[in-house]
């Protein structure tokens, strides 16, 4: 994707679980990085990445 922004600027260094979750789901969504870009940039396994995506997924649902 040409334009959009690179990783780090979704990611502090020191970031508190939610934050990083919340940052996962619009680097996802919003710029359309891959799960597997993403696991490599934290160093976390896809399917860690994976159930981050589900969960703030399943928590922006219930919220509406």
Request: hydrophobic share 45%.
């Given at each position: 994707?040409?334009?959009?922004?690179a990783l780090?600027?979704?990611?502090?260094r020191r970031m508190l679980a939610q934050d990083r979750?919340?940052?996962?789901?619009r680097a996802v969504r919003?710029?359309?990085?891959?799960?597997?870009?993403?696991?490599s940039y934290l160093s976390l396994s896809v399917g860690r990445v994976s159930q981050i995506m589900?969960?703030?997924k399943e928590k922006r649902e219930n919220k509406d």
């Open positions: 994707f040409v334009g959009r922004p780090k600027m979704f990611f502090k979750a919340q940052a996962i789901f919003a710029c359309g990085y891959t799960r597997t870009e993403i696991a589900k969960s703030e």
